[in-house]
């Protein structure tokens, strides 16, 4: 059982897909037919009427595209987080020649609105980036007033939505560049990154006309007879079916069943007296991180070898004090979730 937060286990029809005589995506009419009507799908999801694009790279590429795309030397970029993924954007914008300023919380705390408000009051910021969920701790961020600051300050909004778009509403609304990722809530393999494009952004885009072409998004705006490079077939047929299943059981059945999932993990871990990190209330519908201070990796361990359970431990400075169960997509089910958790109370009987 692959109960890691992304990447997930793969639904029987998606992993079916996959099997299906290759189409040659610059020649068979059929592919573009399956690109837009995906890119419809995933609008669905993202609930917007803003252009979606997939490009074919894992959910790292549409974070670094959406730096690269809009952000020039010497412009300054507020990087708002409490979380690895969140304080990786100043890698990026450092690396395209921004001017990061990083409002930083400690990674069990909310996003510090307060920072954030005055440091926009003493700076003028063209490009604002942040994560939705920080799945390194499992802490679903509270993006929208933040976002709303942003948008009235003027700046345009990158959100990491990998591990919660297709899980948990996102508010799309407030948002300019929003990336997804195929391997987490989609339960489609690794490969894809969708990423929606507002026309602010657009306009941004074409404003900084970046020089790359693999991380640029300007040649997916209009995508005329060729792709800007073969598209990557196979995974984009598993990604159009995960999204099949999405939209046919509907996107709001789709929410629920993610809390559903989560609030029984959480229930189970605390009749095993495990603690939820940093706590329930800020904890995404998607994954829950358990706190189990220098014990993650010797559990996961044994859970991997005794009961064939994978789950996750932390990352980073966490990395041996919480393990991690992805509840997301397809593993997004109670009965999974209860297996999962049968097997941990067995091997934490044991360790007793
Ligand atoms: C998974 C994930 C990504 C993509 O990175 P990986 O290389 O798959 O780990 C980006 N952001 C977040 C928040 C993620 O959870």
Known sequence: MLLTPGPTALPPSVRESMSRELVNPDVDPEFREIYDDLTGKLARVYDTDDDVVVLGGEGILGLEAAVASTVEPGDDVLCLSNGLYGDGFADFVENYGGDPTLVEAPYDEPLDLDALDSVLADGDFEVATMVHCETPTGMLNDVEPALKRLQDH?????????????????????????????????SAPPGLAPVSVSDAAWERI????????????????????LFPYTHLTTLVVALDEALSLVVDEGVETVYARHLEAASRCRERGRELGLDVYPDVERSSPTVTAFHVPGRAEALQERLDAERDVTLATGLGDLSNDVLRVGHMGYNADVTKVDEAMDALETVLDDAE
């Open 154 to 186: 003027g700046a345009l909004t990158i959100v990491d939505a990998v591990s919660s778009l297709g899980g948990v509403p996102v508010p799309t609304e407030y948002i300019d560049v929003g990336i997804g990722g195929s391997q987490k809530c989609f």
């Open 206 to 225: 074409e404003a900084v006309d970046p020089d790359s072409l693999y991380t640029n998004l300007l040649p997916w705006r209009e995508i005329g007879d």
